[in-house]
Nanobody
Framework: QVQLAESGGGSVQAGGSLRLSCAAFGFRYSSYCMGWFRQAPGKEREGVATIHTGNYGTYYSDSVKGRFTISRDTAKNTLYLQMNSLKPEDTAMYYC??????????????????WGQGTQVTVSS
């Protein structure tokens, strides 16, 4: 059973940086899609970034491209999201997600069966 645990959220002023971490446990296969999603109050969940654990291909939403970087440390089984140049509109609960994949790309629109509990990011102006 895959388990995910996020950490690293907090409060920061606009223009600042945060790094989110997601410790992953229970991976049994070689290829998973892993991603970061966020949800602000009153808004739909938004896919932020994804990474393929087999080929390390990445995807970013237009709203974070050039500011956020997704990465994975295989030895530590940990997923990261480095967030720079943060904006107040980045304020949301951020979730780590994962699912086994048989494809070479990872969309934010695909189904993810494993989710973490979330970590809050608040950016003040």
């Amino acid at each position: 059973q895959v388990q995910l645990a996020e950490s690293g959220g907090g409060s920061v002023q606009a223009g600042g940086s945060l790094r989110l971490s997601c410790a992953a446990f229970g991976f049994r296969y070689s290829s998973y899609c892993m991603g970061w999603f966020r949800q602000a109050p009153g808004k739909e969940r938004e896919g932020v970034a994804t990474i393929h654990t087999g080929n390390y291909g990445t995807y970013y939403s237009d709203s974070v491209k050039g500011r956020f970087t997704i990465s994975r440390d295989t030895a530590k089984n940990t997923l990261y999201l480095q967030m720079n140049s943060l904006k107040p509109e980045d304020t949301a609960m951020y979730y780590c997600a994962a699912d086994r994949t048989w494809t070479s790309t990872c969309s934010t629109e695909r189904e993810y069966n494993y989710w973490g509990q979330g970590t809050q990011v608040t950016v003040s102006s």
